[in-house]
T-cell receptor
């Protein structure tokens, strides 16, 4: 199930299940979005990105969906594995002339064997 | 993906000393580098953006005289925490981007502990 902790919401799933991590972004002018995975004590690792002219993009075991109407981004992980346990951040870039990414609060994914 | 390294990975220093953290892009030219700070169980907070050969642009609330940033080459940026105090203890992460691509790649982070 999904719960909200003091700082990070947490999603707990069983190994083999599909996981869906959601993110609401703030600016309708954002044109580029990235999902990062961060393991404890490490830097964020790029997972997948999507531009605003697309609504879906697939990678290996991961799919990103973009709904610009409601400013919502999701990351789907198929057949979740214990190694997927980490904090996942979405990031938005507010327009192409302003290259700074703004990060969401993050979601902790816990995968049980 | 592109590789970004940071050095040191962990540093412990006494209050009042200065600490330099290096960030290198190993296999691409980083026209822009970013420095973030992260507290436990929180998201990344952008501190400053630096373009090669230019002065860094600091985010609101970040003291530029406290956090000195140098981006002297297309593969190296440094962050110097001057006169460090215990409240500066944090996880500092750099990120690099090439002007030909949109994606930002992150370094492994530096854990700074000020005693």
């Amino acid at each position: 199930g999904e719960s909200v902790g003091l700082h990070l919401p947490t999603l707990s799933v069983q190994e083999g299940d599909n996981s869906i991590i959601n993110c609401a972004y703030s600016n309708s002018a954002s044109d580029y979005f990235i999902w990062y995975k961060q393991e404890s004590g490490k830097g964020p690792q790029f997972i997948i990105d999507i531009r605003s002219n697309m609504d879906k993009r697939q990678g290996q075991r991961v799919t990103v969906l973009l709904n610009k109407t409601v400013k919502h981004l999701s990351l789907q992980i198929a057949a979740t594995q214990p190694g997927d346990s980490a904090v996942y951040f979405c990031a938005e870039r507010k327009n192409s002339g302003y290259s700074t990414l703004t990060f969401g609060k993050g979601t902790m994914l816990l995968v049980s064997p | 993906g592109a590789v970004v390294s940071q050095h040191p990975s962990r540093v412990i220093c006494k209050s009042g000393t200065s600490v330099k953290i290096e960030c290198r892009s190993l296999d691409f030219q980083a026209t822009t580098m970013f420095w973030y700070r992260q507290f436990p169980k929180q998201s990344l907070m952008l501190m400053a953006t630096s373009n090669e050969g230019s002065k860094a642009t600091y985010e609101q609330g970040v003291e530029k005289d406290k956090f000195l940033i140098n981006h002297a080459s297309l593969t190296l940026s440094t962050l110097t925490v001057t006169s460090a105090h215990p409240e500066d203890s944090s996880f500092y992460i750099c990120s690099a981007r090439n002007h030909l691509a949109d994606t930002q790649y992150f370094g492994p982070g530096t854990r700074l502990t000020v005693l």
